[in-house]
C-alpha cells in the first residue's frame, strides 16, 4: 500500500422516488482514517458497514472533514461524534459556526427565503427541507481550516471552492495528484459539472471553483456526487 490512498464508499439512497448514489471519502494514511463527508441523517450503520467491508475498524477513524453544510454531507455528523467522541471534526472556518450552531445556516436562509417565493404547490417540499434542516445537530468543529492550509502531515492542502456554499472546501493530494471535490464538481455525462445550479448560492463563484479544481495538476477526482473521475 502506498503511504497515501483514498478509496470511495458508495451509498445508495432514495428520495422523493429518485434513485441515486453518493460517494463519501476513506483517506487512508499509515492505517489511520479520515472520512469526508457522513451522508444523510441515519447513515451512521452505513458507514460503519463501509469501512469495515474495506477492512478498516471504526477504531481507526482519526478525523472527519466536512466539505460544507449540507444535508447530505453533516447529516450523519453528530451521530459519528456522539459514539466515537474522539474523532476531529475539521471545517472551514467560514462554515464552522452553522456546523456548531453559533449561526444559522446559510441553506436554511436560503430555504426560508425560496419558501416566500414558492407556489402552493411547491411549498410542501419547501417546508419538509426546512424541517429537515432545523432537525440537524449540532457539533463542535474541533479544527477550523483556510484556503492553502495543510492537514494530515502535510499531504493534503485544502482549497476553497466557494459557490455552492460560502465557505465550501475541497482537498487536493499532490503526492497521489488527486481531489476531493465535495460539491465543487460532480461528474456527470463523462465530464466534471458544477453541482445542481438551484442550489448553488453565487453561480459565478461556482464556476470560478470548478475551473480552479480543473485546473490543479490532477488526475483523479473524487466526486460527491457521481464517483470517479479520470482525466485521460
Known sequence: MSEMTIVELP???????????IYPSLIIMKEELTLVDTGYPGFLSRIEEAIEKNGYTMSQLRNIVI???????????YDLKEKYPQVAVIASA?????ISGETKSERLLQAELR????S???????????????????????????????????????????GHTSGHISLYFPS????????????????????????CLDLALAEQSLCTLTDLAA??????????YKKM
Not at 115 to 118: I, W
Not at 219 to 228: E, K, L, M, R
Open 94 to 98: 467560514k462554515e464552522s459556526g452553522s
Open 120 to 162: 402552493p404547490e411547491e411549498k410542501g417540499f419547501g417546508l419538509w427541507f426546512i424541517d429537515q434542516l432545523h432537525k440537524l445537530k449540532h457539533v463542535p468543529v474541533d479544527m477550523e481550516v483556510r484556503d492553502g492550509d495543510l492537514i494530515l502531515d502535510g499531504m493534503c492542502r485544502v482549497i476553497a471552492t466557494p
Open 176 to 199: 497521489i495528484e488527486s481531489v476531493i471535490t465535495g460539491d465543487a464538481a460532480v461528474y456527470e455525462h463523462g465530464e466534471l459539472v458544477i453541482a445542481n445550479p438551484h442550489f
Open 11 to 21: 451509498m445508495e439512497i432514495e428520495l422523493h422516488g429518485d434513485v441515486g448514489a
Open 67 to 77: 466539505t460544507h453544510y449540507d444535508i447530505d454531507h453533516i447529516g450523519s455528523l
Open 219 to 228: 488526475i483523479t477526482y473524487y466526486c460527491y456526487h457521481g464517483g470517479t
Open 115 to 118: 419558501l416566500e417565493q414558492m
